[in-house]
């Protein structure tokens, strides 16, 4: 059982620049695939990194289409004082002097709350 380790042993001792030097590159060798396997930027997190990535490019595709339309919208009031003023009215309630505001409810509402 021991003549294996024996011979081993006496290979060793006879030519140990040979050994020390397979032993430190079989070292070297063990170290960057644990790394490559299991270290921080391994081939397992690879495919986190990929879905993190199609995440942010569909993050990014809708931001633009945001970005697209906020363009289109200030190319629109650009164009003119009516659009500028439309916008004004629908969103703010803009009223200009002189005119007079009406507010029209509809009855067909106040009824169907009333039935309930």
């Known amino acids: ?4 380790l024996k011979k081993v042993f006496f290979l060793f001792k ?3 620049l040979f050994f020390s030097s397979c032993l430190i590159l079989s070292c070297l060798l063990a170290v960057t ?3 490559f396997w299991f270290g921080e930027y391994s081939r ?5 990194l990929k879905d993190e990535i199609s995440l942010v490019e569909l993050e990014t595709d809708i931001i633009r289409k945001k970005n697209e ?6 190319e629109k ?13 629908i969103e703010l309630g803009m009223i200009k002097p002189g005119e007079k505001f009406y507010v029209f ?3 067909t509402k ?7």
Do not use: C, F, I, V
């Open 69 to 74: 339309e906020l363009l289109q919208e200030k």
């Open 44 to 48: 397992a997190d690879l495919n986190t």
């Open 14 to 16: 006879a030519h140990p």
């Open 1 to 4: 059982m021991y003549w294996p």
């Open 77 to 89: 009031l650009n164009s003119g004082k009516e659009a500028l003023e439309g916008a004004a009215r």
């Open 105 to 107: 409810k509809d009855e």
């Open 110 to 116: 106040k009824e169907t709350l009333k039935d309930n």
């Open 33 to 35: 695939q644990y790394q």
